[in-house]
């Protein structure tokens, strides 16, 4: 089956650094994406990785190991803005996307 | 550029009633058009794929009759609830790609509460 792991929750506050692991179990893989979700809107696109490695978007980063099946989402200077749901998806070999369950992140002040 | 809209944003309807749900690229041309649902506090769920000109594909334990999807020209996917029941309520979520690239951009989503 497809399968992708992140934590259900994380706490963290304002000015601090958070990581969301994510961890895949996929039938092909092109690529690992990340998508913010504010409550009652769309997912907006955060980041793609297709090889091993860090990419860095301003205050955003995420990894990839393909070897590890493993990715994160790395977020740094939090905002209270930054509390949404974070999902992490993979595009498989026929380039849909499959979902991980999410991960709230809550920033405190 | 990529910008994707859908109409309408939310639809209030009676059990029994079908509902159509337009999902548009406004500034490019999308070969291929998803459809998601996504209940509440839950993870989006692919429902199906489609491609312009041809049928939909949709995902297992999805009910094709039940979920009409149309794909009619490179810019212009419509989804009907056909039959609503309450359970359908849940926000629908379109995304679009264009040809040969993988990114997908995604609409605003439609909220749909059937009563």
């Known amino acids: 089956g497809q399968s992708l792991e992140q934590p259900s929750e994380v706490t963290a506050v304002e000015g601090a650094i958070v990581q969301i692991n994510c961890t895949y179990q996929?039938?092909?893989?092109?690529?690992l994406s990340w998508y913010q979700q504010h409550d009652g809107g769309a997912p907006t696109f955060l980041s793609y990785?297709?090889?091993?490695g860090l990419e860095e978007t301003g205050r955003f980063s995420s990894f990839l190991s393909r070897s590890d099946s493993y990715g994160y989402l790395l977020l740094q200077e939090l905002q209270m803005k930054d509390s949404a749901s974070y999902f992490c998806?993979?595009?498989?070999?026929?380039?849909?996307?499959?979902f991980g369950s999410g991960t709230r992140l809550l920033v405190r002040p | 550029g990529a910008v994707v809209s859908q109409h309408p944003s939310w639809v209030i309807c009676k059990s029994g009633t079908s509902v159509k749900i337009e999902c548009r690229s406004l500034d490019f041309q999308a070969t291929t058009m998803f459809w998601y649902r996504q209940f509440p506090k839950q993870s989006l769920m692919l429902m199906a794929t489609s491609n312009e000109g041809s049928k939909a594909t949709y995902e297992q334990g999805v009910e094709k009759d039940k979920f009409l999807i149309n794909h009619a020209s490179l810019t212009l996917s419509t989804l009907t609830v056909t039959s609503a029941h309450p359970e359908d309520s849940s926000f629908y979520i379109c995304?679009?790609?264009?040809?040969?690239?993988?990114?997908?951009?995604f609409g605003p989503g439609t909220r749909l509460t059937v009563t």
């Open positions: 996929t039938s092909g893989f092109y690529g």
């Open positions: 998806a993979v595009m498989d070999s026929s380039y849909k996307l499959i």
């Open positions: 995304s679009a790609s264009r040809e040969g690239g993988n990114e997908q951009y």
């Open positions: 990785n297709a090889l091993d």
